[in-house]
């Protein structure tokens, strides 16, 4: 099981919040927690519970999958073309063949 990254969490979260220009403090008022308790998350520095990040999730319109992981249907070619990056080239052939039985294996 792969281990949560809360610094990560935290940045999306962060970014969010900047694109729809809510303020740390506007946030905390909807989801009933202090602005300090929001900086902590934003920077990793705090462990949220589900409920917690669940409204954060919903308030700010995020899947619990991309808040907590980094991946949703929008953005699965970056991380299949980032993963692919660190592969050396002639390993490329492989990884696709590899990708193609997975997803032939979990449509079953």
């Known amino acids: 099981m792969q281990n949560l990254d809360y610094k990560e969490i ?10 729809l220009k809510i303020t ?3 946030l905390s008022e909807i989801i009933d927690v202090s602005p ?4 902590e998350i934003e920077r990793g520095m705090s462990i949220s519970s589900l409920f917690t990040i ?3 999730a919903k308030t700010l319109d995020l899947s ?3 808040l907590i992981w980094g991946f949703h249907s929008d ?3 970056y991380i299949f073309t980032d993963i692919l990056k660190t592969i050396p080239k002639e390993s490329h052939d492989m990884y696709f063949r ?3 039985n997975i997803a032939n294996a979990l449509k079953k």
């Open 54 to 56: 669940t409204k954060i």
């Open 98 to 100: 590899l990708c193609e």
């Open 10 to 19: 935290g940045k999306r979260i962060k970014s969010k919040r900047k694109e």
């Open 75 to 77: 953005n699965a070619n």
């Open 64 to 66: 619990l999958d991309y």
């Open 24 to 26: 740390q403090e506007k």
């Open 36 to 39: 300090s308790y929001i900086s």
